[in-house]
C-alpha cells in the first residue's frame, strides 16, 4: 500500500484510496464532491466541512466489486435501557485477529481527541497526515474491512 497524504482535511477519502490503490481525485470524481463544502459554520476546526460518508465509501468499493463491513473493536450489547456489556471476553484479540492481513479502513479519534480515519494494510496504520506506524495513533471504534463481493 502507497501512502498517500492529505492537504486538507479528508481523510476518510485518502484512506478509502489508499486501500482500494486509486487516486482520491478519482474517488472525488466518481461521488462528486470534495468533502470540503462548508455545511457548518458554527465550527471552526474541520467538523464545519460537509467531508465523505463511508455509504460514499462503500459505493466506490461496490463498482470495484468490494465491500466494507464493520468490525467493532470493543462489541457491547445490552437489553433495551440496560447496563451495556461487552459481548467478548477477549475483545483485543478478536479484533486484532480479524484485521491481520486484511485491509481496513480504520475509524477513531485521534491521541489529542478529534475524529479520524486511517487506512490499515493488515500491519501497518497508514495515516494520510504522512506517517506510516505499527499502530494508529489513537482510539480505534471500528474497523471497516475490505473483502471481495461474490459477484
Wanted: with cysteine; glycine share 8%.
Amino acid at each position: 500500500m502507497k501512502l498517500l497524504r492529505m492537504n486538507k482535511p479528508q481523510c476518510l477519502l485518502f484512506s478509502a484510496a489508499m486501500i482500494l490503490d486509486v487516486s482520491p481525485f478519482i474517488l472525488i470524481k466518481e461521488i462528486g464532491h470534495d468533502g470540503l463544502d462548508v455545511w457548518w459554520p458554527d465550527y471552526q476546526d474541520s467538523r464545519k466541512y460537509r467531508a465523505h460518508s463511508i455509504e460514499e465509501i462503500i459505493d466506490c468499493c461496490l463498482k470495484r466489486n468490494k465491500t466494507l463491513t464493520p468490525i467493532a473493536a470493543l462489541p457491547m450489547q445490552a437489553p433495551e435501557g440496560g447496563e451495556p456489556m461487552p459481548t467478548y471476553a477477549f475483545p483485543t484479540r478478536r479484533f486484532e485477529e480479524i484485521i491481520k492481513d486484511r485491509r481496513a479502513i480504520l475509524i477513531g479519534t485521534t491521541s489529542k481527541g478529534g475524529g479520524h480515519a486511517w487506512a490499515w494494510d493488515g500491519v501497518h496504520a497508514y495515516d494520510s497526515r504522512g506517517t506510516k506506524s505499527l499502530e494508529p495513533d489513537g482510539n480505534i471504534r471500528t474497523a471497516w474491512v475490505l473483502f471481495d463481493t461474490l459477484m
